[in-house]
């Protein structure tokens, strides 16, 4: 994807030069607060402002910058949605890493995070996520014809020939380090492009990424192909994430988003951009932060 004339890896490269790079609003660098001090009021400083910041990747089909600097994609979309249902009507998105993006919730740089960062474990127990947004699949994007034959992460670790990129700090990164496969065979990555451009020039043999992630990478691109969802991959959902002391955002933020999914727009934002609103039925929160990792 071109972003004003940058390529996403551009995009990167300026970002984290700047520390972070604010969508909808100012530039925001370093620190904007020590994220205890805020976590209480969210909700009512929200209000008051008429904004609150999130934590975004730039990763169609979960988050995306447009050309012309808007925040969108299935996540920002439905916190927009449901921020408005609380009396918000503005979301600055704010591009960066994976492995930064909890660090910076609780530093206080913004507010929540909607990136379509999935549940584990060790993510549950650093910050309240709100209850299910979207389930995903995860898949390899490997050389057209799959000459390694990656179908899974057991054949990956059973094979330690096998090279595979994943952004790092990312879910797909943590599947793989759990799974035990060695770090050597793990090539971490800043960005989506950057995972295709490692296969395509045979740095890695396979990029880890969710399924809608890689065909929105690959597009047209025959040297590339996206396999079947990995069947050893544990089932995939994120939430929006918030502070752990942000109870009363939390709270209310859940009760928007219950009614919201009782409606047609719910169910129209997940199909514009990919996403099947019946996966998330009957998937909780609960369920989710007992993946291992």
């Known amino acids: 994807m071109v972003t004003g004339g940058w390529t ?14 604010a969508i909808g609003g100012p530039v925001l660098l370093g620190s904007c607060g020590d994220g205890e001090g805020r976590g209480s009021n ?32 299935v996540e920002p979309d439905i916190a927009k949605a449901v921020l ?23 530093a206080g740089r913004w507010d929540m995070v909607t ?65 035990g496969v060695p770090a050597g065979q793990i090539v971490a990555v800043r960005d989506g492009r950057s995972g295709i451009e490692a296969v395509k020039a ?25 396999t079947d969802p990995v069947e050893d991959a544990p089932v995939t959902g994120a939430g929006h994430a918030f502070r752990k002391n942000d109870t009363e955002m939390h709270t209310e933020y859940n009760k928007a988003l219950a009614e919201m999914k009782k409606t047609d727009e719910y169910a129209n934002i997940l199909d514009k951009w990919g996403f099947d609103a019946d996966s998330v039925k009957g998937v909780t929160t609960e369920q989710l932060c007992k993946t291992e990792g």
Do not use: H, W
């Open 42 to 73: 969210t909700l009512q400083q929200g209000r008051e402002q008429g904004f609150l910041r999130t934590g975004i990747a730039n990763e169609p089909p979960y988050t995306e910058v447009t050309a012309g600097g808007e925040v969108t994609g």
């Open 115 to 179: 990136a379509g960062l999935f549940m584990k474990k060790s993510r549950c127990a650093e910050v309240l996520y709100s209850e299910p947004t979207i389930v995903s699949t995860e898949s390899f994007g490997v050389k057209a014809g799959n000459p390694k034959n990656v179908t899974s992460v057991a054949s990956v670790k059973q094979d330690s020939s096998l090279k595979v990129a994943a952004l790092g700090g990312a879910f797909e990164e943590g599947i793989l380090k759990d799974a």
């Open 202 to 226: 045979g740095r890695a043999d396979a990029f880890f990424l969710p399924t809608l992630s890689l065909n929105e990478l690959v597009g047209n691109d025959k040297s590339i192909e996206v």
């Open 8 to 21: 996403r890896r551009d995009f990167f490269r300026r970002a984290g030069a700047a520390g972070a790079v």
């Open 84 to 106: 408005k249902k609380l009396g918000i009507d503005k979301l600055q998105g704010i591009v960066t890493p994976y492995d930064q993006m909890i660090p910076g919730l609780q």
